[in-house]
T-cell receptor, first 113, second 111 residues
Framework: AQSVTQPDIHITVSEGASLELRCNYS??????LFWYVQSPGQGLQLLLK??????LVQGIKGFEAEFKRSQSSFNLRKPSVHWSDAAEYFC???????????FGPGTRLSVLP | NAGVTQTPKFRVLKTGQSMTLLCAQD?????MYWYRQDPGMGLRLIHY???????AKGEVPDGYNVSRLKKQNFLLGLESAAPSQTSVYFC??????????FGPGTRLTVL
């Protein structure tokens, strides 16, 4: 069965600092991988996705993520955080041809001015 | 395109009342999903559908029913609401082998 862990429940960074949010998954083959962002009171917005090919994927709002098969990881990065990036971030995994996605518990990001 | 829409946005129920949440998508997606989101619990799948006329149970289906009579609509019903069903409900849809698109959510309080 698929599973997703996000080891960090809450991360605080200063505006302008770099960011890395961790995501580890459990799946027997190469999965589909996603990062979503949720601002307070809002729905989930797709930041980026990985289906196949280049393991470094670029997303919206200056985010990128790298798929590392050997570590079963799909960490999200941003070189310089903006105050508007404060939100909850969810990693998700889906199986190719499968029906469901599994979401991680989320990491809440706070940004200090 | 409106994407995924949910009706209503907010609702307060008394214990034992019933209600239906409506999810509509205009992207001709085959798959549709209902999740609930609770603090510290992430997203938990309630029910899903892989096509018109089909439904299946997810992780937390008890107390909910669903129907997918039309491809573009996915209804979530609560027959007898309980305080434990106080939550934010999200609908999502997707095409085959693609990402999910989410609605804005419905905030439900059961007193």
């Amino acid at each position: 069965a698929q599973s997703v862990t996000q080891p960090d429940i809450h991360i605080t960074v200063s505006e302008g600092a770099s960011l890395e949010l961790r995501c580890n998954y459990s799946y027997g083959a190469t999965p589909y991988l996603f990062w979503y962002v949720q601002s307070p009171g809002q729905g989930l917005q797709l930041l980026l996705k990985y289906f196949s090919g280049d393991t470094l994927v670029q997303g919206i709002k200056g985010f990128e993520a790298e798929f590392k098969r050997s570590q079963s990881s799909f960490n999200l990065r941003k070189p310089s955080v903006h105050w508007s990036d404060a939100a909850e971030y969810f990693c998700a995994v889906g199986s190719p041809g499968g029906q469901n996605f599994v979401f991680g518990p989320g990491t809440r990001l706070s940004v200090l001015p | 395109n409106a994407g995924v829409t949910q009706t209503p946005k907010f609702r307060v129920l008394k214990t034992g009342q019933s209600m239906t949440l409506l999810c509509a998508q205009d992207m001709n997606h085959e798959y549709m999903y209902w999740y609930r989101q609770d603090p510290g619990m992430g997203l938990r799948l309630i029910h899903y559908s892989v096509g018109e006329g089909t439904t299946a149970k997810g992780e937390v289906p008890d107390g909910y029913n669903v129907s997918r009579l039309k491809k573009q609509n996915f209804l979530l019903g609560l027959e007898s609401a309980a305080p434990s069903q106080t939550s934010v409900y999200f609908c999502a849809s997707r095409a085959s082998r693609r990402e999910q698109y989410f609605g804005p959510g419905t905030r439900l309080t059961v007193l």
